[in-house]
């Protein structure tokens, strides 16, 4: 299987504590987001790759997430201190930009709950 | 004002029937257009790309609007397989610019 794949599938965690997500993209795409989906809502933006550099950020992301993607491959997505409000469903996806038109192909997803 | 809206629904419809989604966006600069499908506490995934001159598979077409900033989706012949929420998505072209809508739930009775 070549699609996204993210890391874990569930986490659960206390208030307060750091949490980190995993996402490979496919292997040949460029780009690399990050989203957080809520019930009933549609995937929200947080964050975005191109190859190792972050390009941009939502205002919403507040400075206790942080992303990286160190060698334009694989990308990580910590929370820190994380709050009950953090518990969402995070979503990785991938595209191939510059090669037409840009399409997203989501992992996944990681659920997290914070008690 | 949201960047692309979608009437939630729910949508619950028999087999067999046709049924039809909207969506509006705002940004009139949007260059391209998406229908993705969403299962329960699954990720979205891709059902089609929505071509200016409208566009069919199988028993799905879209269709855009630029005039007005829709894009419709319609579904002939509803399966039970069929339902799931219906997510529309707007990219503008700039940087990251990918919008989504909240997604239409549809839900197709036997």
């Known amino acids: 299987d070549t699609g996204v794949s993210q890391d874990p599938r569930h986490k659960i965690t206390k208030r307060g504590q750091n949490v980190t997500f995993r996402c490979d993209p496919i292997s040949e795409h460029n780009r690399l987001y990050w989203y957080r989906q809520t019930l009933g809502q549609g995937p929200e933006f947080l964050t975005y790759?191109?190859?190792?550099?972050?390009l941009e950020k939502s205002r919403l992301l507040s400075d206790r997430f942080s992303a990286e993607r160190p060698k334009g491959s694989f990308s990580t997505l910590e929370i820190q201190r994380t709050e009950q409000g953090d518990s969402a469903m995070y979503l990785c996806?991938?595209?191939?930009w510059g090669q037409g038109m840009e399409k997203l192909f989501f992992g996944s997803g990681t659920q997290l709950s914070v008690l | 004002r949201k960047e692309v809206e979608q009437d939630p629904g729910p949508f619950n419809v028999p087999e067999g029937a046709t049924v039809a989604f909207n969506c509006t966006y705002s940004n009139s600069a949007s260059q391209s257009f998406f229908w993705y499908r969403q299962d329960c506490r699954k990720e979205p995934k891709l059902l089609m790309s929505?071509?200016?001159s409208g566009n069919e598979d199988g028993r799905f077409t879209a269709q855009l609007n630029r005039a007005s900033q829709y894009i419709s989706l319609l579904i002939r012949d509803s399966k039970l397989s069929d339902s799931a929420t219906y997510l529309c998505?707007?990219?503008?072209?700039?940087?990251?610019?990918?919008?989504f809508g909240t997604g239409t739930s549809l839900t197709v009775i036997p």
């Open positions: 996806a991938s595209s191939s």
């Open positions: 790759f191109q190859n190792e550099a972050q």
């Open positions: 998505v707007v990219n503008t072209g700039a940087g990251n610019q990918f919008y």
């Open positions: 929505v071509y200016s």
